[in-house]
Every structure is written in structure tokens, then in C-alpha cells.
């Protein structure tokens, strides 16, 4: 038996934590665990053990973007997620893909499957 596609995700608001992990589940996927902040990001890339990440900008100890790069650097995929944040991404991210809040079922299953492809 396969395991499923596993996804991390990092997100600061337990509510929307929470709305993504059902999706995850419902969706089939593997759920490899949430972390709210860019240090507990990092360690858990570093740890590794899932596929893709879904990455919202604002976490509970800054932006996003070291993360992405981390993410990056190990050539795991991953969504950014925002509510619209007002400034664009680092030019190494800007062309990564976007998950635009407030979150559906089919766009979360949309840009999951995309990342599958990658």
C-alpha cells in the first residue's frame, strides 16, 4: 500500500487550521502536521517527512519567507496562502502558486492537485 500525498501546514489561525486539515482529509491526502510560526517551520522541514506545504504568509513570528526559501531549497512544493497581503512575494517566489483566502473545498482541491503535478 502507497502512502497518501502528505501536506504540512503552516498556519498561524487555529480556526483556518483547522477548516485546511479537513480538507486535507476529506481530499485524501496525508496530513503531515500544523505548526503556526516560521521556527517551528523550519525544524519540521528540516525533520522532513511530507510532500508539499500549504504556507500562509503572516505567521505568529513573522513572514513567511524564510520559510519559503527553506521549502525551496529542498525542492518541496508549496502553496502561498493569503488573505491578500500587500506586498508581492520575494522575486524567487513570485511565481509560486497562490491560495487566495477565504478558502474553498475546490479551490484547495485545485491548487493541491497542481502542486502533484510539480
Same mark, same amino acid.
Given at each position: 500500500?502507497?502512502? @497518501?500525498?502528505?501536506?504540512?501546514?503552516?498556519? =498561524?489561525? @487555529?480556526?483556518?487550521? #483547522? #477548516? #485546511?486539515e479537513? %480538507?486535507? &482529509? #476529506?481530499?485524501?491526502? +496525508?496530513l !503531515?502536521?500544523?505548526?503556526d510560526?516560521v521556527?517551528? !517551520?523550519l525544524?519540521?522541514?528540516e525533520?522532513g517527512? %511530507? &510532500? !508539499?506545504?500549504?504556507? &500562509?504568509?503572516?505567521?505568529?513570528?513573522?513572514v513567511?519567507?524564510?520559510?519559503? =526559501?527553506?521549502?525551496?531549497?529542498k525542492?518541496? /512544493? %508549496?502553496?502561498? !496562502?493569503? +488573505?491578500?497581503?500587500?506586498? /508581492?512575494?520575494p522575486?524567487?517566489?513570485? &511565481?509560486? /502558486?497562490?491560495?487566495?483566502? @477565504?478558502?474553498?473545498?475546490?479551490?484547495?482541491?485545485?491548487?493541491l492537485?497542481s502542486?502533484?503535478?510539480?
Amino acid at each position: 500500500m502507497t502512502q @497518501p500525498f502528505s501536506i504540512l501546514i503552516i498556519e =498561524d489561525e @487555529p480556526l483556518i487550521s #483547522m #477548516m #485546511m486539515e479537513d %480538507f486535507v &482529509d #476529506m481530499l485524501g491526502y +496525508g496530513l !503531515a502536521g500544523t505548526v503556526d510560526s516560521v521556527a517551528d !517551520a523550519l525544524g519540521q522541514i528540516e525533520a522532513g517527512g %511530507f &510532500d !508539499a506545504a500549504i504556507l &500562509d504568509v503572516h505567521l505568529r513570528d513573522g513572514v513567511c519567507w524564510p520559510v519559503a =526559501d527553506a521549502l525551496a531549497a529542498k525542492n518541496i /512544493p %508549496f502553496l502561498i !496562502a493569503t +488573505g491578500g497581503h500587500v506586498e /508581492p512575494p520575494p522575486a524567487a517566489h513570485a &511565481d509560486a /502558486p497562490q491560495l487566495a483566502k @477565504p478558502f474553498t473545498l475546490d479551490g484547495v482541491t485545485t491548487a493541491l492537485e497542481s502542486l502533484q503535478r510539480a
